[in-house]
């Protein structure tokens, strides 16, 4: 027999004994994470009763790689799309939340007399809840419709990129060793810069491949060209001194954004369980059980630091960005948990070999305790805010509501907000766009020119021409082009006193654009005289062809905005987004405690084919119906005679009181008795002579009516009858077959 690699047998032991411990969980309705943990743990050096791993660097290898499919599959789920839609009240939660409990966990490290490395991956560690466990709790306890969620599953958008970005300013600083805040600074414009342009890349290119590629791609093909461009990135990220976890985010979350995202999710999925279940697994083989008794109270003392930490600096945050005092204990107590991501943390720590063995079985202690708390604290959140009713002083209570109805009411956009913004956005693009093609120039095409060519003449005029032809339309864009929107319009029209700072922002992008061209001029020009000709050369260029500059760019921002909506408008996925998804409509409703919830119509329904006048829903609940979703139609403020059909998805306008008394009745179905299938049999029916059947029709003949079943087959001498028309006559001596009720085919047994 020929020899079998450790790495095989190791496998063969880990994935056996993951399997059968997360049985058990899914069996106690436990998080499945803990049980490849304590699966880890089982089959680790540090338990002697099992057998033990014995290839740890393979194993460690493919922990690496499930850490990369984990971010991978985190990416798909994102998009940045769904950042942009976040609201701003779940973007002020999430940050307030993530700022204090970062440096409440740096503190509390520095307090047990940690290092200040151990202190800050603590930090880290703690900035971030389980979306796995909240969702789990909310599906169990039913509250996932209820307006608070909302916020939840907005903060935890936010703690996603944020904990990305910690990620690698962590890693950053443990290899540098610099704390500084220029360098600290440096590093995140320098992450954001290639952030953004990795996103602009990425979806101006990969849609349209994907597109061109359809007709030929099948799950084979489709599962070896998303890991390839996963690790291609991954490549990519490493190679601009970026962590590769980085790099697999921002690839999952560009193929996001396409229409084949939920294909490459489904087709990835198994690949991503199984390398996902070897990391967890090996983070559980991390776990020294002295180690989780030494630091019982360093364990104990984070998970107070996490429970009652997140828990207020979630409610404060959520109170800021101007929640009711309900709603924002509500968010709180969902928060307070630690997940995955305390765990890929800690593995970049120790992979970097800068923070200390312990802080895994803290991480673990931590994350099993508040993974079992959460579902408690959850369900005592509207006791705990009836409680804090009694006991805090009225006129603090009237205070925190003012507040919070005078924050929902301003927080609509004004019309210079939306200009500003727009011009923000039209200069960062651009901007980010023209450093690229800087970057690209120096570092790569003009060495490479001045390596290929003698002639200084022609290096010069390539120096000169080549950087600015290609920044020609971006630099045009960003010089000259004026927001589309009708809020400019309206400023421009509306009064004379607003056309002065809108002149200033043009000169001022103007003055911009000069001085970009300078400084490419500066960098690429080698003479004088070049330098101040190629510049009014650019601007007359610029003047004479701005149709087809403007044609062209226009050209590439459809593209861009065609392949960033694709997936959207392909499957309607956003058939809220003139209505819920809109910030006008949503902050006047959040005044009222009022949110829009989706629900779908299941197919027994009672209401199914009924008007919504006869329904009378908003006289009976007081709820209205916003829109109807009906397959590819969508039905906006649907009319009174409009009727709900099966897998209808319904915009339901609703407090929270109200949707709890409404969803049971638009949830109730027709109660359906099944009959037992083993009432049903295969039964034969012989007709002879005495018969009365013969010379009937089998519909004449009632043997369907009388059996509650269906002729399959007659069987006529040696012909055979499959499935038998209902004109076709019974004769003397037919073997009928008959799928029914058992007992009635018997009864006419004996009558016939």
């Known amino acids: 027999m020929g020899h079998l690699p450790k790495l ?102 520095r307090m047990l007399g940690w290092s200040t490395m151990d202190s800050m991956f603590l930090g880290g560690m703690l900035a971030s809840s389980s979306t796995t466990i909240i969702i789990r709790a909310f599906d169990e306890l039913g509250v996932k419709t209820k307006n608070f969620a909302k916020i939840v599953f907005g903060v935890l958008v936010v703690e996603d990129i944020v904990v990305i970005l910690l990620m690698v300013l962590l890693s950053t600083i443990a290899v540098t060793k610099e704390f500084e805040g220029t360098q600290i600074l440096f590093t ?26 359809k007709p030929l791609i099948d799950e084979e093909i489709l599962l070896v060209l998303s890991i390839g461009l996963c690790l ?19 690839m999952g979350s560009i193929i996001a954004e396409t229409t084949m995202a939920e294909k490459v999710e489904h087709t990835l999925k198994s690949v991503k369980d199984l390398f996902a279940a070897v990391f967890f697994v090996s983070v559980g083989m991390m776990i020294d059980y002295d180690a989780m008794i030494t630091y019982a109270w360093p364990i104990l003392a984070v998970t107070l630091l996490t429970l009652f930490g997140k828990l ?9 960005s101007g929640q009711p005092l ?50 408690y604290l959850i369900k005592l959140s509207e006791p705990f805010y009836n409680w804090l009713v009694k006991v805090v002083p009225p006129k603090y209570i009237a205070k925190i509501n003012k507040y919070s109805t005078n924050t929902q009411n301003i927080q609509a956009e004004t019309s210079w907000q939306t200009i500003l913004k727009n011009y923000g956005r039209i200069v960062l693009i651009n901007g980010i766009i023209i450093i690229a093609i800087y970057l690209l120039f120096a570092r790569f095409i003009i060495p490479a020119i001045n390596e290929n060519l003698e002639s200084n003449g022609i290096k010069n005029i390539i120096g000169n021409a080549l950087p600015v032809l290609f920044i020609l339309p971006f630099l045009w864009a960003l010089m000259v082009k004026r927001p589309s929107s009708v809020a400019y319009k309206e400023l421009w029209t509306k009064t004379k006193y607003n056309r002065g700072p809108l002149l200033i922002i043009e000169i001022i992008r103007i003055i911009l654009g ?22 009014p050369v650019a601007i007359i260029l610029m003047v004479v062809f701005s149709k087809r500059i403007n044609k062209f760019y226009n050209r590439i921002e459809k593209r861009f905005i065609t392949n960033l909506n694709d997936r959207s408008d392909n499957q309607q996925s956003e058939a809220i987004t003139r209505l819920a998804g809109n910030s006008e409509v949503t902050n006047n409703l959040a005044a009222w405690d009022v949110h829009i919830v989706e629900l779908e119509v299941k197919p027994l329904a009672e209401y199914i084919g009924k008007t919504l006048v006869d329904l009378q829903w908003r006289e009976k609940y007081g709820v209205n119906i916003g829109y109807i979703k009906r397959g590819e139609k969508l039905i906006h403020t649907p009319g009174r005679s409009e009727v709900l059909m099966p897998y209808d998805k319904v915009g339901i306008i609703a407090t929270d009181d109200q949707l709890q008394i409404f969803k049971p009745v638009f949830d109730s179905q027709e109660i359906v008795v099944e ?13 002879n002579h005495h018969s009365p059947k013969k010379g009937l029709s089998i519909r004449e003949s009632g043997i ?42 018997e009864k006419l047994n004996i009558e016939i």
Do not use: C
Not at 514 to 535: C, E, M, V, Y
């Open 8 to 109: 095989i047998e190791d496998l063969a032991l880990i994935l056996i004994v993951a399997a059968f411990v997360v049985l058990i969980f899914r069996k106690i309705k436990q998080p499945l994470v803990l049980g490849y943990i304590i699966a880890g743990f089982l089959v680790s050096p540090n338990f002697k009763i099992f057998p033990s791993v014995v290839d740890m660097t393979n194993i460690k290898t493919l922990a690496e790689i499930g850490v990369i499919f984990l971010l991978f599959s985190l990416g798909l789920e994102f998009s940045f799309k769904k950042l942009m839609n976040v609201g701003g009240s779940a973007s002020i939660t999430a940050f307030v939340e993530i700022i204090f409990i970062t440096i409440a966990g740096y503190y509390t490290g």
């Open 514 to 535: 000069i001085g970009i061209l300078g400084f490419f001029l500066d960098r690429f020009a080698s003479t004088t005289i070049s330098f101040f000709i190629t510049i």
């Open 188 to 213: 995140v414009a320098k992450l954001l810069f290639f952030l953004i342009l990795w996103f602009l890349l990425g979806i101006f290119l990969l849609p349209t491949l994907l597109k061109k590629l």
């Open 326 to 375: 309900k709603q924002s204990v509500q968010v709180g107590m969902s928060m307070a948990q630690i997940g995955e991501f305390a765990f890929i943390v800690a593995t970049l720590g120790l992979s970097l070999g800068v923070i200390s063995d312990f802080l895994f079985p803290v991480a673990v202690g931590v994350s099993a305790i508040t993974t079992f708390t959460t579902p």
């Open 312 to 320: 207020f600096s979630s409610t404060l945050g959520a109170l800021i």
């Open 675 to 687: 009959e037992d299938i083993n009432h049903i049999k295969l039964g034969k029916i012989l007709i």
């Open 232 to 250: 291609g990135m991954v490549l990519i990220a490493v190679n601009a001194g970026f962590s590769a976890e980085l790099g697999a985010f921002v």
């Open 704 to 745: 369907r009516d009388k059996t509650d079943g269906l002729v399959i087959a007659i069987r006529r001498g040696d012909e055979r009858i499959l499935n038998p028309d209902s004109s076709e006559i019974l004769q003397v001596d037919d073997i009928v077959w008959v799928v029914g009720n058992r007992k009635k085919i």
